[in-house]
């Protein structure tokens, strides 16, 4: 169950009655991210994020901000995504209103001190040499730039150290009052509350909020006329392997039979790829894949850590499995994927800071709110032939990338990908 209310400014506040939970878990989430950044502005969704925590004019460091929830024994984090940034709270159910009254204080109050902008680009730009020196992450920054070249959603979150470097004060401030405005925010709270309680509450933190909406759009495009391949060149004992196509986006029905290709082919241990590749072959230690589903735009995506020698077979191997897909799935395999999926994500609603961002995230990009109820029954409904008809749609040779992060020693063909 959810309540949802927008209030008077335009602000959505969303609750999630859980009377069991001791916890409770309170998210504000803000519709932008690296996608709606301009070109000079790369990194400045992920910028932002990290300096909401550095003081504001009410708790002016950054201890006294994460004294103030790990004082009463809670935790606090944020993220920045693609098309979002979340800041979250989760506290023990007396505590809410800290919660509440920190994470507002932060977004609404945060000094952005010139000293602490300085070491905080200094950090950042670590994370970025970080992420660059790390061959799974490598690889997956650079399946992105081979699915959309060129496009915001090709590029790293997290920006360029080159962007981050150019990235002022005033440019930041100009970006937030852009986007972080009332019509494109969602708080939501989950645990034993009451919501007219909890909207009176929220009621009382907004008188900072820039109220409105903000044109919230960029530019996608999953034509692809003939496979792609990238590699990064680098020492190592592995190559880091990503096998990728475009997938659907986050309200197309065709995504709940997409995640359960997704689970039929990668997803856990009973999986065809884990089975096949590691189990029977022996060619990897981790196999997996995912589905990304974003607003308008997707992606499948397969990834494999191999023993250089072994390249080309699990790449082979790989394509292999993502061809049978293209098959109708048998009635035991089909139950299993769907069991999974289930109850993979029943047990992570008991969670109450899962809970407030599996609604937050609907509500802000959906516009509206699934219940696991009607999940569980839109997953049951999938057929054996809507996995096939959408592995036909979406597998086939000229829509295929491969990036290979590692010391490659032979070139790579798109051969490789032949079905």
């Known amino acids: 169950m959810h309540n949802v209310t927008v209030l008077d400014n335009g602000l959505t506040v969303v609750t999630s009655p859980m009377p069991q939970s001791r916890s409770v878990g309170v998210a504000i989430l803000v519709g932008t991210g690296s996608c709606l950044e301009r070109d000079d502005e790369a990194g400045i969704s ?82 970025i040499n970080m992420s660059l020196d790390i061959p799974q992450q490598r690889a997956g920054m650079l399946i992105d730039s081979l699915l959309w070249p060129g496009q915001p959603l090709g590029v790293d979150i997290a920006g360029t150290r080159e962007s981050v470097s150019s990235i002022s004060r005033n440019g930041m401030m100009d970006y937030m009052a ?65 096998v990728a196509m475009h997938g659907v986006s986050r309200t197309d029905d065709r995504r709940f039979a997409v995640d359960m290709l997704n689970v039929v082919l990668g997803g856990g241990m009973s999986s065809r790829l884990f089975t096949e590749i590691r189990e029977n072959r ?44 293209r098959e109708p799935v048998g009635d035991a395999e089909l139950s299993r994927a769907k069991e999974l999926m289930k109850g993979r994500l029943e047990l992570r609603l008991e969670d109450t800071q899962n809970t407030s961002l599996w609604n937050g995230v609907q509500q802000l990009l ?13 997953i049951d409904a999938v057929t054996a032939e809507e996995i096939a008809l959408v592995a036909q749609e979406l597998i086939s040779v000229e829509r295929l990338n491969l ?16 079905m």
């Open 46 to 127: 992920h910028f932002i994020e990290h300096l909401l925590f550095k003081g504001t004019t009410r708790r002016p460091t950054a201890k006294d901000i994460s004294l103030e929830i790990e004082g009463i024994g809670g935790m606090l984090n944020a993220s920045t995504s693609r098309e979002e940034t979340i800041y979250w709270a989760k506290v023990t159910r007396p505590h809410l209103s800290t919660a509440i009254d920190v994470l507002f204080d932060m977004t609404s109050n945060s000094l952005f001190d010139a000293a602490e902008i300085e070491k905080e680009r200094q950090v950042i730009i670590e994370e």
């Open 178 to 242: 852009r986007q972080y405005r009332t019509g494109r925010m969602v708080v939501c709270v989950a645990g034993n509350v009451d919501h007219d309680s909890v909207c009176d509450e929220i009621g009382t933190h907004c008188d900072c909020l820039v109220q409105g909406d903000v044109v919230s759009s960029y530019k996608t495009d999953d034509r692809q006329s003939d496979a792609r391949i990238g590699v990064d060149l680098r020492d190592g004992e592995q190559e880091h392997v990503c």
């Open 282 to 325: 022996g060619l990897a230690y981790d196999i997996h894949s995912y589905a990304e589903h974003f607003v308008n735009a997707g992606a499948l995506v397969v990834y494999a850590g191999v023993d250089t020698a072994k390249t080309e077979e699990c790449v082979r191997a790989v394509v292999g499995e993502l061809s049978k897909m």
């Open 366 to 378: 959906n516009g509206e709110i699934l219940t696991p109820e009607e999940v569980s029954r839109r």
């Open 403 to 418: 990036a290979v992060v590692g010391p490659l020693k032979d070139d790579l063909s798109t051969d490789l990908l032949t």
